[in-house]
């Protein structure tokens, strides 16, 4: 083995459903190892712990020479999806048992009545009611019927439940009856997994705060299973540091952290490829970008302004929301293995099923018999005919034709070309309209963002998004694949907290508002000791989410080190009404604000890992030609077009489309009037006119 005099090793490990990605870097060399291995849907965690130990013996060092290691997990979001979480039971007060399952009272959708609701995370046998009240100022009604806990807690063993969440009336006011009743739930069942909602969730809307708590009570079991096998495998590895796991929010933390809060790990694995277009950007000046990361089954997007994703405090997941600050990745049933198929008005439809890995695309050869987006583009030419992955995976292009011609043709009437082309057509448009979603729909014109295209599949259609949103740059980084993975690495340790304060912003609330500040305050800095040590230096960000008086929906305010005085309090109240007018179109000048949520963000940032040292090739663009085929494009038809080899592009090469770039993980499409160039670090930058141009046909 190759020892170095100080290694310093960072490695991040993004787990998905279909493979586990692993990219180490040496921080004293600039140095990196990549590994790809196939997920085990089994025991998650064995694919991990095989991944760090091959991508530790690729990279020739020690394995105690790791000083950081983070992972990067779908493992929560996948088991609310497939309805996996641990049998679940819930404690509420008298008469709100059925908060979770009344929900809003809607359907889930409104012109189909044989579409069931969502299963609640917790069964209603398994859900009990005891006797107490808070008012919503956190005065008490109803003492605590502690002998009713007890009997329910009696009844919850009787159910075999693993998990109980404890969800008590405006426990956000005030918690004591949660604790009490977590207190008795803990001396009698001490082996049972517990939380309450007032230290998941301490905000006001009950259902939101009874799903959310219940969700996360659900996945404990679970995660902490998978996270003790984890941590002890990598103990058993020789690293001596304590992994950290990525949040949905961007920050990376302990296992501990996520044990108490499970729902914080959803989409942590799309995150760190957010997290990953951020530093990529640091890294060119570029603080604008639309993340389109485009795989298999999916396609994940995010916005990125001035350098700082956008985020989102409520998602759904499995029907329910769940309440949790998250990087703002909107995802769509849009991949390479998207099915094409046609409605009962025979119109052709593309996704969101998904024919996933096996049997995959027919142009694979697995046995897959529905026409997919990578079948489309494959027929028109835009993906090697012969082979991906660098030549270890064959490629079927009668299969491909065959099922285009046998599943759309007859029905579409229309022809093999056209009926691909329409696939491909139709995922592009899916996708734009995810775009919107992130941008157009907030108030952003996408065309002042570049596109960062990953994913497997990004770079196929990254250009075909982009001149259709107006968008000119697309920017292609050197390893699309493993972006989530890299951008692991960039994860600061960051921790969010929220409390509720519903008081009208005026100078008569300001000490309870403060009040409420100084609480966040605490908490935060007992979570930054366990999570970075007494003496940390982390960074204090402050906010207060604000509606005017009778709004169901808020917007959040920065507030300057989290203190208020009257003119800091006036200021907000017109910053509101600005905000308020650009979002919205209109403001209230003369209607009362409320104030709703205090928020505080608790980040310690960490020294970013060094850029790869990217190795120009010694060759002329001429040089990087792999082949010549004919490829079809909207604007020409079929059209003999050059295919380069990436990895021989010299720096500062400049393609004119139309052209192809391949490269093991991906394939970049350059449409005609597009231009590419390499940059010294490795990047591709393609310049798109946009198709509603003058002169554009």
Not at 64 to 75: A, I, M, N, Q
Not at 158 to 186: G, I, Q
Not at 451 to 474: C, E, Q, S, T, W
Not at 621 to 644: L, M, Q
Request: charged residues 25%; aromatic residues 6%.
């Amino acid at each position: 083995m190759r020892r170095f005099p100080v290694a310093k090793v960072w490695i991040g490990i993004d787990t998905g459903g279909t493979f586990t990605d692993l990219v180490l870097c040496e921080m004293t060399s600039g140095r990196y190892t990549y590994h790809k291995l196939p997920t085990t849907t089994g025991d998650p965690a064995k694919a991990v712990l095989d991944g760090i130990a091959e991508v530790i013996e690729l990279a020739e060092l020690p394995r105690e020479s790791v000083e950081f290691l983070v992972l990067g997990t779908t493992l929560g979001t996948n088991a609310v999806l497939e309805g996996k979480t641990a049998r679940t039971g819930m404690l509420t007060t008298t008469g709100f048992r059925d908060v979770i399952e009344l929900a809003r009272q809607r359907r889930p959708h409104y012109f189909n009545l044989d579409i069931l609701k969502p299963t609640p995370p917790a069964a209603r046998d398994c859900r009990f009611e005891v006797a107490e009240r808070i008012a919503p100022d956190g005065t008490e009604v109803m003492p605590l019927d502690e002998a009713g806990v007890r009997a329910a807690v009696a009844k919850l063993r009787e159910k075999n439940v693993e998990a109980v969440a404890v969800c008590l009336l405006h426990s956000y006011a005030n918690p004591a009856h949660e604790r009490a009743a977590r207190d008795v739930v803990k001396e009698l069942w001490p082996e049972a997994y517990l939380c309450t909602s007032s230290d998941v969730l301490p905000e006001f809307r009950e259902f939101e705060r009874f799903a959310t708590t219940t969700v996360n009570a659900s996945l404990m079991p679970i995660m902490d299973r998978y996270l003790e096998r984890f941590e002890r495998g990598v103990a058993d590895l020789g690293i001596k540091i304590a992994p950290r796991v990525m949040q949905s929010n961007g920050g990376a933390v302990t296992p501990g952290a996520v044990r108490r809060l499970p729902v914080n790990t959803f989409f942590s694995g799309p995150a760190g490829g957010v997290v990953g277009s951020v530093g990529l950007g640091s890294e060119l000046g570029i603080g604008n970008l639309i993340t389109f990361d485009m795989g298999g089954t999916s396609t994940d997007v995010c916005l990125i302004r001035d350098g700082e994703p956008a985020k989102k405090d409520l998602r759904e997941m499995g029907g329910f929301p769940v309440r949790t600050r998250t990087i703002d990745v909107h995802t769509i049933g849009a991949g390479g293995g998207s099915i094409a198929w046609v409605d009962a008005g025979g119109l052709l439809k593309v996704g969101p099923q998904s024919a996933g890995a096996f049997p995959g695309p027919a142009a694979y050869g697995r046995g897959g018999t529905k026409p997919t987006v990578t079948d489309a583009n494959v027929v028109l030419g835009r993906l090697n005919p012969k082979s991906l992955l660098g030549g270890r995976m064959r490629m079927h292009v009668d299969r491909a034709r065959k099922v285009i011609e046998d599943e759309l043709v007859p029905t579409l009437k229309v022809d093999l070309v056209r009926a691909a082309a329409g696939i491909i057509e139709i995922i592009n448009v899916n996708m734009m309209g995810a775009v919107r979603v992130i941008s157009v729909e907030q108030g952003v014109d996408p065309r002042d963002f570049t596109l960062v295209a990953f994913g497997g599949a990004g770079p196929l259609h990254a250009a075909d998004v982009a001149r259709n949103m107006g968008i000119r740059k697309v920017l292609v980084p050197p390893r699309p694949g493993l972006l989530s993975a890299l951008g692991l690495l960039h994860a600061d340790v960051r921790g969010d907290f929220s409390l509720t304060r519903l008081l009208v912003a005026n100078a008569t609330n300001i000490k309870a508002l403060n009040d409420g500040f100084a609480e966040l305050r605490e908490r935060g800095n007992t979570w930054l000791t366990g999570e970075a040590g007494k003496n940390a230096k982390a960074g204090f960000v402050w906010l207060m989410d604000m509606r005017y008086l009778g709004q169901n929906y808020e917007l959040s305010l920065a507030v300057k080190d989290g203190k208020l005085d009257p003119k800091s309090l006036a200021k907000l109240i017109a910053e509101y009404h600005k905000r308020h007018h650009a979002i919205y179109g209109y403001d209230m000048p003369g209607h009362a604000v409320e104030v709703v949520n205090l928020r505080l963000v608790v980040t310690v940032e960490r020294k970013a890992p060094t850029h790869e040292k990217h190795k120009a090739a010694r060759t002329t663009v001429a040089d990087a030609v792999i082949e010549k085929r004919k490829v079809w494009f909207p604007e020409t038809g079929y059209v003999t077009t050059p295919v380069y080899d990436r990895d021989k592009l010299p720096v500062n090469a400049r393609i004119k489309g139309p052209a192809i770039v391949e490269q093991m993980d991906t394939t970049t499409v350059v449409p005609p009037r597009a231009t590419l160039r390499n940059d010294k670090l490795g990047y591709l930058h393609m310049e798109v006119e946009p198709l509603h141009v003058k002169g554009a046909n």
